[in-house]
């Protein structure tokens, strides 16, 4: 921020955190759908999660790295196949091993924001047909009654399913999630259904247990441009994809956005947009605008706070992503200036990790591991973002 840029200020209290998943940092999660999906040659996927960042052993270097940097939350995710190995088997020991964890980032000065379900599905479920099991939801529901019992006295704030709109698209209709089916729209809606049905038992479960704390969900959000002759489909697609499950938020105590890019949208479907758009590692169009846009419209739809539970940007230059969050953050700002209740900002991802079907190409970590040594390295946009969330103002990159 120059000189001649006015200071960004953000409110009292306002929540700064970093993100991550179980399966993408733990390593070893042997039990779920995902890793028999990386395993399987035809799934397309670019690697094997294998060890990850090793964090089910190192969980303690990341809590400590984030509040190092003087961030106040650490988001993570249980993972619901080490809880609930086989039906009805519970372990205790990992219960224990997530309870230290909230008890960790408690001594720490952090608010433990824990996920109960960030992608992954125990392989006893998906045998049964996954999320279109009949009894899906009520078996989701009794594992997070069953882990708010232990955890629920020590969780900051819970976050039911992760993205929970994303299945179904990603599993139904591309085909790159599993369990792989493509072009499935029925299939595709009746996941949707069944995923607001897991998200309110879940909702109600962790309600009836130990531990008063604020409980919502995530949804992934894009800004959804209508190119031209596209407005309907731009209008099917915010339906589908999103206004379903905002809808689903009645009675929650906060909305989770995240947002990475904007998607345009023809008569027939998706069109590329401006081909001279900047790119991200992921092939997103590199738009930090598009977080404003998906803040005010979850807060519009729903009438809840909202706190943006993820965003980032997948790059290897550090420097853009100081500019990408950057600029997100300075939309939040315009969002709090209308009168838009944001609560927080959580930055995607604490760690380089394993991005699902692409590996680990793409770098969306503040702090980069050693794929051997598992050694964690923060990068100059984890000491820029720790200086903005221990000063509650944007800095220029320059002054940390």
């Known amino acids: 921020m120059s000189a001649a840029e006015p200071t960004v200020t953000f409110p009292e209290g306002f929540l700064w955190g970093s993100a991550t998943a179980a399966h993408q940092i733990e390593g070893g999660n042997v039990n779920n759908d995902w890793w028999a999906w990386e395993h399987n040659p035809e799934s397309g996927c670019a690697a094997s999660s294998g060890d990850a960042c ?12 984030a ?18 190995p086989a039906e009805g088997e519970w372990s205790a020991v990992t219960l224990d091993h997530y309870r230290e964890v909230c008890e960790a980032c408690e001594s720490r000065g952090l608010e433990a924001v824990v996920t109960f379900h960030h992608f992954t599905t125990p392989l006893w479920l998906t045998a049964r047909g996954g999320w279109e099991a009949e009894d899906a939801p009520d078996r989701f ?13 020590v969780l900051g704030r819970a976050c039911t399913i992760n993205e929970l ?22 299939r595709h809606l009746k996941v949707n259904e069944t995923m607001v049905r897991a998200h309110r038992l879940a909702a109600d ?46 009675g929650d105590d906060f909305i989770g956005v995240q947002t990475y890019t904007r998607l345009h949208l023809g008569p027939s479907g998706p069109v590329e947009g401006d081909r001279n758009a900047r790119r991200t590692q992921m092939g997103y169009e590199y738009r930090p605008e598009a977080l404003e846009y998906t803040v005010r419209r979850a807060a519009a739809f729903t009438g809840l706070p909202v706190i943006v539970t993820e965003n980032g940007i997948a790059t290897d230059d550090d420097r ?33 990790n394993f991005e699902w079907t692409y590996g680990y190409g793409p770098k969306f970590g503040i702090c980069a591991v050693d794929p051997v040594t598992f050694e ?15 000063t509650n103002r944007l800095v220029d990159a320059a002054s940390t």
């Open 165 to 186: 709109n994303v299945i179904g698209v990603m599993g139904y209709m591309v085909g790159a999630f599993p369990p792989g089916v493509k072009g499935d729209l029925t």
């Open 376 to 390: 964690r390295k923060p990068k100059p946009s984890a000491a820029w973002f720790g200086t903005v969330a221990r």
């Open 141 to 153: 529901a009794r594992f997070v009654e069953r882990a708010a019992g232990r955890l629920g006295d």
């Open 320 to 352: 853009e992503r100081i500019e990408f969050v950057g600029e997100a953050l300075r939309g939040v700002r315009r969002c709090l200036d209308d009168g838009v209740d944001v609560r927080g900002y959580f930055v995607w991802s604490l760690l380089d």
């Open 54 to 65: 090793d964090s089910w052993h190192r969980w303690r270097d990341d809590v400590d790295l």
């Open 67 to 84: 509040a190092d940097l003087g961030l106040g939350a650490y988001r993570f995710s249980l993972e619901w196949s080490r809880v609930e």
């Open 205 to 250: 479960a962790l309600r009836s247990g130990p531990g008063d704390f604020p409980v919502g969900l995530t949804l992934s959000m894009a800004e959804l441009a209508a190119a031209e002759g596209g407005e309907e489909v731009r209008d099917g697609a915010e339906e589908i994809l999103e206004n379903m499950f905002l809808r689903a938020t009645e």
